[in-house]
């Protein structure tokens, strides 16, 4: 019934030989020559310290903010809890106030 000489039969599972299916995508990309790049090499050493120190005190009233405001948000819809989240939301808003006089009391001392 099944003929194993082989050589008269193609293997059915038999893969065809060819370039890498990457090749086969798309086009060919070209090449482009464009200007370079500068590296930027920024160290804490080239910030002045005080501009260090107020950037990191609005960072963290920022986030202090944010975790507030999202948090009382949360309390309020998901636990109808709207004492405590109610406060968390006034948190938020006071620390946002806080971190906005923060900002514009550096950009006024700049001047």
Do not use: K
Not at 22 to 48: I, K, M, R
Not at 60 to 85: D, E, K, P, Q, Y
């Amino acid at each position: 019934m099944l003929d194993d000489s082989g050589d008269d039969h193609e293997d059915p599972f038999e893969l065809e030989e060819g370039p890498p299916p990457e090749e086969e995508l798309g086009p060919d990309l070209p090449s482009v020559d464009g200007p370079d790049v500068p590296s930027v090499d920024a160290e804490y050493e080239d910030v002045p310290s005080d501009l260090l120190w107020w950037f990191w005190i609005l960072v963290i009233l920022a986030n202090a903010c944010v975790l507030a405001f999202s948090l009382g948000i949360m309390f309020v819809a998901f636990r109808g809890n709207w004492n405590f989240g109610g406060r968390l939301i006034l948190a938020g808003g006071l620390i946002a106030v806080l971190a906005w006089r923060v900002y514009t009391r550096y950009d006024q001392r700049e001047e």
